[in-house]
């Protein structure tokens, strides 16, 4: 069992609809929970960082975490066609010096 | 332009040759980290420095690949007697963070690179 799971999608949904992206994880170890955007052939962007459980929100961009049940989720409102890109969970242990864990990625498409 | 820049861009090389990539992070960072991403995968942790010393160095990072960060600014990775399994993107990172801090890591474009 990989220790962060996502679905890689490909997620398709209209302009304007709400996103809902998960990841789940085994190791009670991880701390530290981000979210990064990677559009096709570029490096990934971190748009989200996270540290205890609870939501945390920015602008369209909504993040939770639930270390409870080992689930976070990434909520993205009035989806626009250039939030179209690989969505990109990533999480760290505590004490760790950043070897980010990362899941596969969800792959979403936004159309007009 | 201030961010990670990577170079070059894109290499295609044939099975058995030597090839060096070069990271330049943003200039106050310490920490560099050189990961690996295959398509339809996320990106997988190789090795980071702090400074010009390397600290962590994945499973992943076999004998044929090393990596050096001379002076702690710009680094570079070299993979010898390439192998087909070694095509992937090669992403460079740097962070800026204080002792017990975690920095938040900013990625370069990556090296995309092709063996034949």
């Known amino acids: 069992q990989k220790e962060v799971e996502q679905d890689p999608g490909p997620l398709s949904v209209p302009e304007g609809a709400i996103v809902s992206l998960n990841c789940t994880y085994s190791?009670?170890?991880?701390?530290?929970f981000m979210w990064y955007r990677q559009y096709s052939r570029k490096g990934p962007e971190l748009l989200m960082y996270t540290y205890s459980s609870g939501n945390k929100e920015d602008g369209r961009f909504t993040a939770q975490v639930d270390k409870s049940s080992k689930y976070i989720s990434l909520f993205i409102r009035d989806s626009q066609p250039s939030d179209s890109a690989t969505y990109l969970c990533?999480?760290?242990?505590?004490?760790?010096?950043?070897?980010?864990?990362f899941g596969k990625g969800t792959k979403l498409s936004v159309k007009p | 332009d201030t961010g990670v820049s990577q170079d070059p861009r894109h290499k295609i090389t044939k099975r058995g040759q030597n090839v060096t990539f070069r990271c330049d992070p943003i200039?106050?960072?310490?920490?560099l980290y050189w990961y690996r991403q295959t398509l339809g995968q996320g990106p997988e942790f190789l090795t980071y420095?702090?400074?010009?010393?390397?600290?962590?160095k994945s499973r992943l990072l076999s004998d044929r690949f090393s990596a050096e960060r001379p002076k702690g600014s710009f680094s570079t990775l070299e993979i010898q007697r390439t192998e087909q399994g070694d095509s992937a993107m090669y992403l460079c990172?740097?962070?800026?963070?204080?002792?017990?801090?975690?920095?938040?890591?900013?990625f370069g474009p990556g090296t995309r690179l092709t063996v034949l």
């Open positions: 990172a740097s962070s800026l963070a204080a002792a017990g801090g975690i920095g938040e890591q900013f």
């Open positions: 200039s106050e960072h310490n920490r």
């Open positions: 990533a999480m760290l242990r505590g004490g760790s010096q950043g070897n980010l864990i």
């Open positions: 420095f702090q400074n010009e010393a390397q600290l962590e």
């Open positions: 190791n009670s170890a991880f701390q530290y």
